[in-house]
């Protein structure tokens, strides 16, 4: 007994570190070897793996649904950001100009967080729903639409409809970022600001916005790079439809991989998909170094 408590104590952290490294390796490291790997290869369900090169690169770059669903995701990005991001600044400075019940309204923002993105989902898909869905029902009964529309179902408005769905889900964590970064300015920059005559909005200007810059810019990447490369709410909701006037890079992927059993090229899209995340991150590093 002494001697395995002993060995135990001398060698706890290594053991700690060991199991997290091997846990690192077999959740990370060998599934993003083995996409990378299999990018190199032609593997289709039932037919012999062969080695294809570069090919399926190639394939990528004259593939004109590559583009149009990659096109696709930088508008729902785009999108879903800059409305989730308006909507949470503005609760951002609310919540920090609340000094009653502080604790329970920042819970409050949470709530959407907290709810599983597919059980988000289906929740947007009954709002949303053209017969039952509150949506229709209230802009029926204030006269706004004559007869119910089918939001999800119509390409003019099915990109919009999901764009508002995933903003819905991305606002508790922007707000709690900005609300960190509103809780570190001084108040008496508001304070001096107000003595020289400075308004509401020219504080927000010059003040909050300045401060705030490295906040807002970190925020807007990591929220970006979570919504470009969301799957469940838009598999979800729409599955890419009506048509593909919803499908984006990873319905695509998705599509490639699980429907058409395109495993090499499913693996291929997935390795650029990584690559724009990774130029996204390092684009950010450079700049910061840079400045």
Not at 99 to 111: C, N, Q
């Amino acid at each position: 007994m002494i001697r395995g408590s002993t060995f135990l104590e001398r060698n706890f952290v290594l053991l700690v570190i060991s199991v997290n490294l091997i846990v690192l390796l077999t959740v990370v490291v060998w599934p993003v070897f083995y996409v990378i790997n299999a990018s190199f290869f032609d593997i289709q369900v039932g037919a012999p793996r062969e080695f294809v090169g570069l090919r399926n690169y190639n394939t990528i770059i004259h593939d004109k649904f590559f583009w149009e669903y990659l096109w696709h995701s930088v508008l729902y990005t785009i999108g879903s950001l800059s409305t989730s991001f308006v909507v949470s600044m503005i609760l951002g400075i609310c919540l920090n100009g609340i000094d009653k019940l502080k604790g329970f309204w920042r819970a409050s923002i949470l709530m959407p967080w907290a709810i599983p993105v597919a059980v988000s989902a289906l929740i947007w898909r009954l709002i949303l729903n053209d017969q039952i869905g509150i949506v229709n029902g209230l802009l029926l009964r204030l006269h706004i639409l004559k007869q119910p529309q089918a939001w999800l179902g119509s390409p003019a408005s099915a990109m919009i409809s999901v764009i508002l769905a995933d903003s819905w889900t991305r606002i508790p964590l922007i707000t709690i970022l900005l609300l960190a970064g509103l809780q570190g300015i001084p108040n008496e920059l508001y304070e001096a600001a107000k003595i020289d005559g400075a308004g509401g909005v020219s504080r927000f200007r010059y003040v909050t916005l300045p401060l705030m810059s490295s906040t807002i810019t970190v925020t807007l990447i990591i929220v970006g790079i979570f919504i470009f490369r969301t799957y469940t709410l838009i598999g979800v909701l729409t599955s890419g439809g009506p048509g593909d006037s919803t499908q984006v890079f990873t319905t695509y992927i998705y599509q490639t991989g699980v429907v058409y059993l395109d495993i090499g090229y499913s693996s291929a899209l997935s390795v650029v998909m990584f690559t724009i995340v990774i130029l996204v991150s390092l684009s950010y590093r450079s700049s910061k170094s840079t400045s």
